[in-house]
């Protein structure tokens, strides 16, 4: 689909697509939900064709004639991938450099090197941390997970004090901090600065991850004591390399993109000027398309080249990297596509209505829907694209920081409590050899305190503000 398809698309389902009250709407709503829920939790479908057809049930039930609603889920499936698609390419590339070249293992060996004893946790939530910022969550935990093992069996560490920060530093990157799909694409429906968000969210990701990695650490060591399973611990990539990057190459390179990033949010702060040059300049050079980009053109150099690649092996690490994230590009543009029907139907207005009617404040109405959803699909990127089309009326008064917070507060309630509806929760169960009542102790507990943890710094950041 071209670019004119889908601005022609846009323009299209602008006007309402039906006239229902706001009774029938909140029915469409929960009809539209539900369908989803049941068809991703019981009939097991992939998560695109469930909200592809969400979408259509949400239109049915809300009155709007079919033709109309295709128009608004293509128009919305179209911006999304036109937005954020490219920006999921490129970090899925970028992660891929870092994983094959052995720039990972790096920093993971590094920091390893210089923290024993107590400073083992807080060393954990680090190396999850910055290895989390240009990685998905699943690919974080299949890099991290073997060193974790690692770690408890060979210092006879607690694998709970030990696992609970590593996973604690990915969970956080993956639901408030850009590049990750879900923090992109709630900015995109909500129009808030890419850059404010990313400065927020690492204010608010900082504390919020001390408290759900080490400090809550202490307490899942003892509610689930279990050894390191031995059969789980893969061979590491870079294993079979000869050489590998440097360590400060290596962290350079994937706190490039966040370094273009926050410099534009404060030249935008500082200089205020859309005529001047160096705001200008900034503006380009700290967009997320060119600093992504401009991280994977160093990483070919910093990352592939000094482990010793060729041009052919990374050219194949380049390709390899895309195949995967076929399904997260189809999954998003899917939500954004339910998104944008949710927003034609008029839901988004009768959320506004409703917050207005019962003074809910916008930051803890909109943690709340993602919740909601998070707990009915088990997709923390479904309940971010669902919440953020859902609420992203609330964003038209906003300040540029609040409209952040609201990203924040979406990718917050998006954490909430994951159970067996996650692929996440079995991930983790299977990872660690636990059952499901232990995961439950553990690894679902510590979800719900970067959940409840991070609404209460965004809140509190909206108090002064």
Do not use: C
């Not at 590998?244 to 994937?254: E, Q, Y």
């Not at 195949?323 to 207005?349: H, N």
């Not at 995961?439 to 509190?460: D, H, P, Q």
């Amino acid at each position: 689909m071209t670019s004119l398809s889908v601005e022609t698309l846009a323009a299209d389902a602008a006007e309402p697509i039906t006239s229902a009250g706001n009774a029938q709407l909140g029915i469409a709503v929960l009809a539209g939900i539900a369908v989803i829920v049941l068809l991703i939790t019981v009939f097991k479908l992939h998560a695109f064709l469930a909200l592809t057809l969400g979408s259509l049930a949400l239109g049915a039930f809300a009155g709007a004639p079919l033709d109309k609603v295709i128009t608004s889920f293509t128009a919305g499936l179209g911006s999304t991938v036109a937005g954020v698609g490219v920006l999921i390419a490129l970090g899925a590339i970028l992660g891929k450099l870092l994983a094959d070249s052995g720039g990972a293992d790096q920093i993971v060996d590094t920091i390893l090197a210089r923290a024993s004893g107590r400073a083992m946790p807080w060393a954990m939530v680090l190396i999850a941390s910055v290895i989390g910022l240009p990685l998905f969550f699943e690919v974080g935990i299949v890099l991290l997970i073997p060193v974790v093992l690692l770690v408890a069996k060979r210092g006879n560490y607690s694998l709970m004090r030990i696992g609970i920060p590593a996973l604690a530093g990915l969970s956080v990157m993956h639901g408030l901090i850009p590049p990750h799909p879900g923090p992109l694409v709630a900015i995109d429906a909500i129009g808030a600065n890419l850059g404010v968000t990313l400065a927020l969210g690492v204010v608010v990701a900082i504390p919020t991850v001390i408290i759900a990695g080490p400090l809550f650490s202490r307490y899942a060591a003892r509610w689930v004591d279990i050894p390191a399973p031995d059969a789980m611990v893969p061979q590491r990539t870079s294993d079979d390399l000869e050489t590998r990057p440097s360590f400060a190459a290596t962290v350079s390179t994937v706190l490039l993109p966040v370094v273009l990033m926050l410099g534009k949010a404060l030249v935008d702060i500082v200089v205020d000027d859309p005529e001047n040059t160096v705001q200008r300049v900034a503006d380009v050079v700290g967009s997320p398309l060119i600093a992504l980009l401009a991280a994977v053109l160093v990483g070919i150099f910093t990352l592939g080249r000094a482990a010793g690649f060729t041009k052919g092996r990374i050219s194949s690490t380049v390709e390899k990297s895309l195949a995967p994230i076929a399904g997260v590009l189809m999954i998003v543009g899917a939500g954004g596509g339910f998104k944008q029907t949710l927003i034609d139907s008029g839901v988004g207005q009768m959320v506004l209505d409703i917050s207005e009617d019962w003074s809910i404040p916008a930051l803890l109405l909109a943690w709340l829907i993602a919740v909601a959803i998070r707990l009915a699909t088990g997709s923390a990127t479904v309940a971010t694209i669902s919440a953020a089309g859902l609420v992203a009326p609330l964003a038209a008064d906003m300040s540029t920081a609040h409209a952040a917070l609201l990203v924040l507060a979406i990718g917050a309630g998006s954490l909430f409590f994951s159970h067996v509806n996650d692929a996440g929760f079995w991930l983790v169960k299977e990872y660690f050899g636990m059952s499901v009542g232990q995961t439950l102790k553990t690894w679902s507990v510590m979800e719900t305190i970067i959940s409840v943890v991070g609404l209460g710094f965004v809140l509190l950041l909206s108090l002064v503000l």
